[in-house]
């Protein structure tokens, strides 16, 4: 059918946000499609909808402002915030609604199932309470650098409709003895007093201390005064926690936490949705996106999107480089982003990288798929094939 491959990336990217209209329309092409015979095509789109159902049907309403809302004061950008006693460095910054994102940050379905769960939990609290069964009020985010922690936590709490208090915890430390204790029970104090998400990122700096012989007893009171001031909110507003090292963290401020959620490094499936996003508005074909998903394979979201930037910036500048060639140079000047050996085949010579892609398994290329991306034309891919073995 002719400019179905049109049809079907405007699809992509209408689904890419979905909403019930674009749903719905989305539904009625690919009956008026299956009823002409075109089933292949209509299929196509079968398999473009049913993420994005599922992604509809979980995202639940906003939550309504009830938890522990309307007890404390409304937070607004003039509101004073409290400050380092020494250094007058102010202890958080606020985010409201509108810098809050709107996206989940993309992740596999599990993992996206149970946040949502979370938050349905959330939006019963009335109920729930009624029944004395109290719903969770703080959550523990870990894992590696880069994997969208800090996006999920913005994201949560622009979920539950209340402005953040962000404080990284590196910045309350202070190198004045008994400072940080102080600008820790200041922010909660700030922060139980405003209707507010309070949202510690970076949180395994306080464990940095411990480092330090000399700071034993500094950090007992640190972690005394952060105890004290977990289990005080409690009551009070929802706190999320955010730590690229759960190992370091002290395992009473540990099970302070009411939700862990770790998030892993995502798979190359989910490499490969994180790339059409942060490709766009460009369109790829699926073997530009396996080959980009290959090179990348492994790594965080953050490197993703690294590989995404540098994917449209070499199409405008160099915009008849081949992919490999574009490849080539990411692998090149981005030594830490690619795995090691992929790095060795991408850079050594070209029938290396051909043979890899052909060889690797978890992509399953195909000579026609690998060809045009080296420039080639499929029978000169296989007559190389057949020079190398
Ligand atoms: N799974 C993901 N989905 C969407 N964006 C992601 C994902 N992982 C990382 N990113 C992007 O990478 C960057 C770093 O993410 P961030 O949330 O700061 O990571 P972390 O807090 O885990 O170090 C952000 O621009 C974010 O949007
Ligand atoms: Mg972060």
């Keep these: 059918m002719e400019h179905f491959n049109i049809i079907q990336a405007l699809c992509r990217s209408a689904l890419s946000t979905p909403n019930s209209a674009v749903v719905q329309q989305i539904i009625r092409l690919k ?36 938890f522990a809302i309307g007890k404390g004061d409304e937070l ?13 460095t102010p202890l958080a910054e606020i985010y409201f609604g509108d810098d809050l994102p ?22 019963k609290f009335d109920k729930l309470v009624e029944i004395e069964a109290y719903p969770a009020s703080s959550c523990l985010i870990y894992g590696l650098p880069g994997t969208g922690k800090t996006h999920l936590a913005k994201w949560i709490a622009k979920q539950i409709g209340l402005p953040v208090v962000l404080a990284r915890l590196e910045g309350l430390m202070s190198s004045f003895l008994g400072t940080t204790a102080k600008n820790i029970g200041n922010l909660f104090a ?5 209707n ?10 306080i464990a940095k201390l411990r480092n330090d012989p000399q700071e034993v007893g500094e950090v007992k009171r640190v972690v005394n005064t952060l105890l004290q001031c977990l289990d005080s909110r409690k009551n009070r507003g929802f706190t999320i926690g955010v730590t690229n090292h759960e190992s370091l963290l002290d395992p009473a401020i540990w099970r302070r936490f009411d939700i862990q959620i770790e998030i892993p490094k995502p798979s190359s499936k989910v490499v490969m949705s994180l790339l059409r996003k942060f490709l766009q508005p460009l369109e790829f074909a699926d073997n530009e996106i396996k080959l980009f998903a290959w090179c990348i394979d492994d790594s965080t979201g953050a490197d993703v999107e ?39 085949i991408i850079l050594n010579n070209e029938e290396e990288f051909i043979n890899a892609l052909i060889e690797d398994d978890k992509y399953s290329f195909k000579q ?18 057949s020079k190398m073995k």
């Design 31 to 66: 009956e008026a499609l299956k009823k002409e015979g075109h089933s292949k095509e209509a299929k196509s789109l079968d398999a473009l909808l049913v993420p994005s159902q599922k992604a509809l049907e979980m995202t639940p309403s906003k939550i309504k402002q009830s």
């Design 76 to 88: 607004t950008s003039k509101t004073p915030i409290p400050v380092d006693k020494e250094t007058s």
């Design 102 to 123: 709107d996206e989940i940050p993309v992740f596999e379905d599990a993992i996206k199932e149970a946040i949502f769960s979370i938050i349905a939990e959330w939006s």
């Design 190 to 194: 700030f922060a139980d007093r405003y």
């Design 196 to 205: 507010c998400v309070l949202l510690l990122d970076e949180f395994d700096a």
């Design 306 to 344: 690294t590989l995404a930037k540098w994917i449209k910036r070499s199409s405008v500048i160099d915009n008849n480089m081949t992919f490999a060639h574009t490849i080539r140079q990411f692998a090149l000047l981005n030594s830490g982003r690619v795995d090691e050996n992929k790095r060795n």
């Design 368 to 385: 026609v798929d690998i060809a045009p991306l080296f420039g080639m034309t499929t029978s000169s891919l296989s007559k190389l094939k």
